[in-house]
T-cell receptor, first 113, second 111 residues
Framework: DADVTQTPRNRITKTGKRIMLECSQT?????MYWYRQDPGLGLQLIYY???????NKGEISDGYSVSRQAQAKFSLSLESAIPNQTALYFC????????????FGEGSRLTVL | GQNIDQPTEMTATEGAIVQINCTYQ??????LFWYQQHAGEAPTFLSY????GLEEKGRFSSFLSRSKGYSYLLLKELQMKDSASYLC????????????FGTGTRLQVFP
């Protein structure tokens, strides 16, 4: 089983719908991240969390919200999806005590029609 | 502003050596990462450089020159499975919460 698990792996939805992407990890890391990847743009940070009570905005947080339900769970929500949110979304974790290596989930491909 | 530049695509032959360059201009620097990403998969960590010089790890080596804002990833004895995108990322602070990724270099290895 993967250490960082994302669900769903693929989702097609319509404009205006609410979507939640979930991430859970078994690595025991305190820090969790949501990234978005678009062709030609690289990975962009949406939100990150240091622990359950700490949430921080990344570069492109508009249109997104997150919830850190437990140390092992970090979910990303699109309250009202729009087509330009079509992308590949990655959850990642990091142990704050190490050099900074990120461990990524397998990705969630979201298509908004 | 923050800027990381990598070539978009490269090709090489199985068994050869390839060097993927990365230049960066960032406000603050505390380390450079290289990640490998196969198509449709998650990025996986390859290397981390914080001091100038060459770090060797098996067939892969990574070099950093902080004064020049330059790094390269060297892949030796190329194999078909090395066909992937290689992402350069810079951290501006002591932790990767300020990690900036380049757009990646897509490497195709031919027999």
């Amino acid at each position: 089983d993967a250490d960082v698990t994302q669900t769903p792996r693929n989702r097609i939805t319509k404009t205006g719908k609410r979507i939640m992407l979930e991430c859970s990890q078994t690595k025991g890391h305190d820090r969790m991240y949501w990234y978005r990847q678009d062709p030609g743009l690289g990975l962009q940070l949406i939100y990150y969390s240091f622990d359950v009570k700490d949430i921080n905005k990344g570069e492109i947080s508009d249109g997104y919200s997150v919830s850190r339900q437990a140390q092992a769970k970090f979910s990303l929500s699109l309250e009202s999806a729009i087509p330009n949110q079509t992308a590949l979304y990655f959850c990642a974790t990091r142990d704050s005590l190490n050099t900074g290596e990120l461990f990524f989930g397998e990705g969630s491909r979201l298509t908004v029609l | 502003g923050q800027n990381i530049d990598q070539p978009t695509e490269m090709t090489a032959t199985e068994g050869a050596i390839v060097q993927i360059n990365c230049t960066y201009q960032t406000s603050g620097f505390n380390g450079l990462f290289w990640y490998q990403q196969h198509a449709g998969e998650a990025p996986t960590f390859l290397s981390y450089n914080v001091l100038d010089g060459l770090e060797e790890k098996g067939r892969f080596s990574s070099f950093l020159s902080r004064s020049k804002g330059y790094s390269y990833l060297l892949l030796k004895e190329l194999q078909m499975k090395d066909s992937a995108s290689y992402l350069c990322a810079v951290t501006r602070s002591y932790n990767t919460d300020k990690l900036i990724f380049g757009t990646g270099t897509r490497l195709q290895v031919f027999p």
